[in-house]
């Protein structure tokens, strides 16, 4: 990510499409496109020609495990204007829950027609106005702030287990705080109940849940990364006297065991037992077997460096064999006997 400020949007949706969303895996990748769509109008019409940085995921849990759909999105706090990197102030959200407002519905309409109860709960909530509430107030001042948070907040799965408080094998005891009152909520239901509130939140097969756009498209984001390193680096060479630390920083994927210590604070591979290192040794699955062995690999490279150590000697040991005689020809001989 650009090492620049970044905001923190959070687009929800009205209650009344709750019933409908998990009937239609479809509706969820509408939510996605269109909350990329109306942030991204609302910043060209404030902005013209400005491309801007997207990170977006949607969420179908609240706090209380209930299917509340609601999208998330980290912008960059600025953009590209004809090359050059300009900084906005933020989004004004009364605009931008109109815009989301509007192309929801529009768009919910298109793709279920023959819903005639969907259709008469879009046309109700279009008009009250309920329920599409924008929060626009969370700011990350570095990229690299931005991107631990993206890491910890979209892997988290619907619960924490540090709000699982009981468990004997029925009764489960949880606990969240609630948004508006901020008081803490003691959750106790059967363990059946637990499960059937936590499977609706089970992504669709095939739904991408974490998508890029803008600078952070996949397809364009080399391109673009130079472009805006450049427009970076010349407001840094104009104003050197100032602290100016939006440049632009090739930050190195970490790999999955680094992002397990940054995300949850631990080391997967640690033991549990003396705390050393683990290595892998095996890979077993159920209907395929061991699909990977340490052991087999091994074997396999000290068997290819035998042949390898094999067939080298055999181009040395030729190398060094003398040279065959040259072949003579024996040649006819005549006697003269007068």
Not at 26 to 45: F, P, T, W
Not at 113 to 120: G, M
Not at 199 to 219: D, E, N, S, T, W
Not at 221 to 235: D, P
Request: with cysteine; proline share 6%; charged share 25%.
């Amino acid at each position: 990510m650009l090492e620049v400020p970044h905001l923190h949007i959070t687009l929800t949706t009205d209650d009344s499409f709750s019933t409908f969303l998990p009937e239609d895996s479809r509706l969820l990748k509408e939510l996605l496109r269109v909350g990329a769509q109306a942030v991204q109008e609302v910043l060209s019409d404030l902005h013209p020609g400005m491309q801007i940085g997207l990170v977006y995921t949607v969420h179908t849990f609240g706090r209380d495990l209930g299917y509340k759909p609601h999208v998330h999105l980290v912008i960059t706090k600025g953009g590209l204007v004809d090359g050059k990197w300009v900084e906005i102030e933020g989004i004004p959200a009364n605009r931008l829950s109109t815009k989301w407002r509007y192309l929801l519905c529009k768009r919910l309409r298109e793709v279920c027609p023959s819903n005639t109860v969907l259709q008469q709960v879009i046309a109700k909530t279009f008009t009250d106005h309920h329920g599409f509430m924008v929060h626009t107030e969370s700011f990350y001042p570095k990229g690299i702030e931005a991107a631990r948070y993206i890491g910890r907040y979209l892997g988290h799965p619907p619960l924490a287990t540090s709000h699982l408080t009981d468990y004997d094998g029925k009764t489960v005891i949880f606990w969240y705080k609630d948004t508006q009152t901020g008081e803490k909520i003691v959750v106790r239901c059967s363990a059946l109940d637990f499960i059937s509130s936590m499977v609706p939140h089970i992504p669709p097969k095939g739904l991408q849940m974490v998508r890029y756009a803008g600078l952070y498209a996949r397809c364009v984001k080399r391109r673009w990364l130079e472009i805006a390193n450049a427009a970076l680096e010349a407001i840094r060479t104009q104003f050197p006297l100032f602290a100016l630390d939006p440049l632009l920083k090739s930050v190195a994927p970490l790999k999955w065991r680094e992002r397990i210590k940054a995300s949850f604070g631990y080391d997967p591979l640690a033991c549990p037992r003396c705390g050393r290192t683990m290595e892998l040794a095996e890979i077993w699955e159920p209907k395929r077997g061991f699909v990977w062995m340490k052991r087999w690999l091994e074997t396999q490279r000290m068997r290819k460096a035998a042949k390898d150590a094999m067939k080298e000697a055999s181009l040395v040991k030729q190398s060094r064999r003398p040279k065959s005689l040259p072949k003579y020809q024996q040649l006819p001989l005549f006697w003269n006997t007068s």
